[in-house]
């Protein structure tokens, strides 16, 4: 006969499969008289399982949906789908990335070894379509959900830009996603700074066990931080410009993390960059505003051509009339 824990747990997974038992069927398959189905019942309930119950010859137990999310048991099949469900869901734009992640930290946690070769091997046989950016692999991501959630310090390996793999030792924050990207800040405790990682240029390492104390950052500061640490990184042209328009409506059709300084109530100066000094150029042109470069000969020049090019074509349109 099974011990009271094991029945609890049996009678739970009966309940999951279908719709209503009656007694007589949970005593049969359980082994137990119908006073020990009911006092199950009745444990089930002060563990916050719904158990609802219909006398009569048609009655019997049900579980019914109930006011707060009681736990669930899962069979191999399905704890594999919920797995490979949740790291596949956590790659998407859903806005339950963070939530997904977290679930699934806690759901490898306590996987069998089988089943996570299972899921291991589903996840090494999917390929994504090429040109959707560079696949996260849900089980990192786990792992750094799992240390954010547990306080634990992060050791990896980090692959740089231009090759090569470096120690990496931090105090992991918050995870953020970005287009088809995952990106950690986190505290590095050798330079003793926020760094910001890209999560698919990380190789995991052994985890430390070693806990720390989050430091006072929100969530919009650190989503803000991430951005402004991005963009500024992948500018190869650096420039100050001054703007004829008020810096509050700058700001917001900038909407990039450039930094805007108020001059006065009709103009503000603007630092900013980009990869190409003609594309900024032609984006500068976008605001609607006239403006003065302060520093930046690259993107001096860049207006100029921009200018021509204009009057080129002005003068193309002007004799095709004629």
Same mark, same amino acid.
């Given at each position: 006969?099974?011990?009271?824990?094991?029945?609890?747990?049996?009678?739970?997974?009966?309940?999951?499969?279908?719709?209503?038992?009656?007694?007589?069927?949970?005593?049969?398959?359980?082994?137990?008289?119908?006073?020990?189905?009911?006092? !199950?019942?009745?444990?089930?309930?002060?563990?916050?399982?719904?158990?609802?119950?219909?006398?009569?010859?048609?009655?019997?137990?049900?579980?019914?949906?109930?006011?707060?999310? %009681?736990?669930?048991?899962?069979?191999?099949?399905?704890?594999?789908?919920?797995?490979?469900?949740?790291?596949?869901?956590?790659?998407?734009?859903?806005?339950?990335?963070?939530?997904?992640?977290?679930?699934?930290?806690?759901?490898?946690?306590?996987?069998?070894?089988?089943?996570?070769?299972?899921?291991?091997?589903?996840?090494?046989?999917?390929?994504?379509?090429?040109?959707?950016?560079?696949? %996260?692999?849900?089980?990192?991501?786990?792992?750094?959900?799992?240390?954010?959630?547990?306080?634990?310090?992060?050791?990896?390996?980090?692959?740089?830009?231009?090759?090569?793999?470096? %120690?990496?030792?931090?105090?992991?924050?918050?995870?953020?996603?970005?287009?088809?990207?995952?990106?950690?800040?986190?505290?590095?405790?050798?330079?003793?700074?926020?760094?910001?990682?890209?999560? !698919?240029?990380?190789?995991?390492?052994?985890?430390?066990?070693?806990?720390?104390?989050?430091?006072?950052?929100?969530?919009?500061?650190?989503?803000?931080?991430?951005?402004?640490?991005?963009?500024?990184?992948?500018?190869?042209?650096?420039?100050?410009?001054?703007?004829?328009?008020?810096? !509050?409506?700058?700001?917001?059709?900038?909407?990039? %993390?450039?930094?805007?300084?108020?001059?006065?109530?009709?103009?503000?100066?603007?630092?900013?960059?980009?990869?190409?000094?003609?594309?900024?150029?032609?984006?500068?042109?976008?605001?609607?505003?006239?403006?003065?470069?302060?520093?930046?000969?690259?993107?001096?020049?860049?207006?100029?051509?921009?200018?021509?090019?204009?009057?080129?074509?002005?003068?193309?349109?002007?004799?095709?009339?004629?």
């Amino acid at each position: 006969m099974l011990g009271t824990s094991a029945r609890l747990l049996e009678m739970l997974s009966l309940l999951q499969l279908k719709r209503d038992w009656t007694s007589a069927e949970l005593a049969g398959r359980l082994g137990v008289s119908a006073r020990t189905v009911r006092a !199950d019942i009745g444990r089930l309930r002060s563990l916050g399982y719904p158990v609802t119950a219909r006398p009569g010859v048609a009655g019997g137990y049900r579980l019914a949906a109930g006011s707060a999310m %009681p736990p669930l048991l899962l069979d191999d099949d399905e704890a594999v789908a919920v797995a490979v469900g949740l790291g596949a869901v956590a790659t998407w734009r859903l806005g339950v990335e963070a939530t997904s992640l977290t679930a699934l930290a806690k759901l490898e946690q306590v996987l069998p070894s089988r089943l996570r070769r299972r899921v291991d091997a589903i996840r090494e046989a999917t390929s994504v379509v090429p040109g959707a950016g560079p696949a %996260p692999d849900p089980a990192m991501l786990g792992a750094v959900a799992a240390a954010i959630r547990g306080r634990e310090r992060l050791r990896f390996g980090y692959v740089k830009p231009e090759g090569g793999e470096v %120690p990496r030792h931090v105090e992991p924050q918050r995870l953020v996603s970005w287009g088809p990207l995952w990106y950690l800040l986190g505290w590095d405790l050798e330079r003793e700074d926020w760094r910001v990682f890209r999560v !698919d240029r990380m190789v995991p390492r052994a985890p430390t066990g070693a806990r720390f104390r989050p430091h006072a950052i929100g969530d919009d500061e650190a989503v803000r931080f991430v951005v402004e640490r991005i963009v500024k990184a992948s500018w190869r042209y650096r420039a100050r410009v001054l703007v004829r328009a008020p810096a !509050d409506e700058v700001a917001a059709k900038l909407r990039l %993390p450039v930094d805007v300084e108020a001059v006065d109530e009709s103009s503000c100066r603007v630092e900013l960059g980009a990869e190409d000094p003609d594309r900024l150029a032609l984006w500068l042109t976008q605001l609607g505003a006239d403006i003065e470069v302060v520093e930046g000969e690259e993107l001096t020049e860049a207006f100029e051509r921009l200018a021509a090019r204009f009057r080129r074509a002005a003068g193309a349109s002007t004799g095709a009339v004629t």
